[in-house]
């Protein structure tokens, strides 16, 4: 599963999953997921699905890893049938209001791709499509607020980006919270502590188990 790049811009591929995903839940529940994706984009209300561990793994991929499902038609799932091995749910929405709400996600996911910058928290979604490896880190702040931000690998190096932060980033400097190091980030006054914070989606580790740049990417 590959970034979709034509005339050197980025397009949105919706089927995309990202290397931590597949890492963890496997070929062939990707296969599963494009089965699922193909279904909604085409407003169907059920798909085949193998077992019960499927259904549950897709209700987790929907919330990390697609804003295609962003103010979504469902309105709820029959997560699985195991005497029929299929999952099945209905919509809020009519057909034509369903495909409205999906040519606006797609829209809004390209002209995020043409600058491939961040801005709020759900187009941190969009990192996979880039091509930028990236999981979750989360943590509590001195003040007791739950954030969470993203670690991302680019050139084989560990970095924080932090895409609800970049909303108050300066007009001088955009990408303040993309690319961060250690120090950048744990100095940064927004008061987390690199002890107390945990990292990735599926499997959590701490941030002794991952090696994270102490360098910003634009300090190289």
Not at 118 to 125: C, P
Request: aromatic share 16%.
């Amino acid at each position: 599963m590959r970034p979709i790049i034509e005339n050197n811009n980025y397009i949105y591929n919706p089927y995309l999953l990202g290397k931590e995903a597949i890492k963890y839940y496997g070929i062939e529940f990707a296969e599963f997921y494009i089965k699922f994706v193909d279904a909604y984009l085409n407003y169907e209300t059920g798909v085949d699905c193998p077992n019960q561990g499927f259904a549950d793994k897709l209700s987790v991929i929907i919330n990390y890893e697609s804003p295609l499902f962003i103010n979504s038609a469902f309105n709820s799932f029959d997560w699985y049938n195991e005497k029929n091995q299929t999952i099945t749910w209905n919509y809020t929405k009519t057909e034509k209001q369903h495909n409205e709400i999906i040519s606006i996600i797609k829209n809004a996911s390209n002209g995020f791709l043409e600058g491939v910058k961040a801005t709020d928290s759900e187009r941190e979604k969009l990192l996979t499509q880039a091509g930028i490896e990236n999981t979750t880190v989360s943590g509590n702040n001195s003040s007791g607020e739950t954030h969470i931000w993203n670690l991302i690998t680019i050139d084989n190096k560990n970095y924080f980006a932090d895409t609800t932060y970049q909303i108050s980033g300066t007009e001088d400097n955009p990408y303040y919270y993309f690319g961060m190091g250690m120090d950048a980030r744990f100095n940064d006054g927004s008061g987390f502590d690199k002890n107390n914070v945990s990292i990735g989606k599926y499997a959590i580790k701490t941030i002794n188990d991952i090696s994270v740049s102490e360098k910003s990417i634009d300090d190289f």
